[in-house]
């Protein structure tokens, strides 16, 4: 590919793009002019299904496989990027697992390290080869990553998932420290902090309506839409935030 016609092109990485908050946003992300890797694990034909939307739209996509706990995984899935679209500009780490859900007397350590090893591995890897293409330091020209925490880092998740809520809690640790790390070159890093979102990883923990019972919690009295959590994540990408990193923001309803 000629990436002398991608230098003023922004191009985005969305891990777990293929549902949820994934993909509300790379369709957002491509509906303001960028290059979408829409990134999965299993489900080939949901990721394609968020490309084609894209591609009907006159946007450039691409779905490619990659388990971001795998180290190798996460190197191809960047250089399959930059080979078929160009210079990696952005990432949005969104990609997280979770398991039934149970006390954490209950759980073994097979289940801590599946779950530490995407939401916290998986993350520190697919930032890890960001900063190694985007960083000034590196030759780069910059860009930004985002980071999904979640509301659980703040609210511990008590018996329903305190591992999942741990290893988000890492994430917003991880969050502060890279972009006091990498501020001088020229990447910007930030995360969102949902709270009660209606995606299918409520199912995956086994309880599908689960936003419906807590949402009277919320100050605002309703679940959020994942298109409201792309929303803060494109902006916090735009340069409308050229002056913000190192913030967690949340996109809970006043939780």
Known sequence: MDHASTENQK???VTGGSRGIGAATARLAASRGYSVCVNYLRDESAAASVVCDIQARGGKSIAVRADISVES???????????ELGPVTD??????????????????????????????????????EAVRRMSTLHGG?????????????????????VDYAA????????TVGLAREVAEECIRVNAVRP?????DLHGKGGEPARV??????????????????????????????????GTILDVAGGL
């Not at 954490?104 to 993350?123: H, Q, S, V, Y």
């Not at 290893?167 to 991880?174: I, L, M, N, P, S």
């Not at 709270?195 to 995606?199: Q, V």
């Open 91 to 128: 990432l949005v780490n969104n990609a997280a697992t979770l398991e039934t859900q149970m006390r954490l007397d209950e759980m073994d350590a097979a289940r801590l390290l599946r779950t530490f090893a995407t939401n916290a591995i998986g993350t520190l890897l697919c930032a890890r």
């Open 195 to 199: 709270g009660y979102i209606y995606t």
């Open 212 to 245: 419906d019972r807590l949402k009277t919690r919320v100050p605002m009295k309703r679940g959020g839409q994942p298109e409201e959590v792309a929303a803060a994540i494109l902006w916090l990408l735009s340069g409308e935030a050229s002056y913000v990193t």
């Open 141 to 161: 020209r910059g860009g930004n990553i985002v980071n999904v925490s979640s509301g659980a880092a703040r609210y511990g998740s008590p018996g329903e998932y």
């Open 11 to 13: 191009i985005l990485i």
């Open 167 to 174: 290893t988000k809690g890492a994430v917003e640790t991880f």
């Open 73 to 83: 995984d996460v190197a191809g899935l960047f250089e399959t990027t930059h080979r």
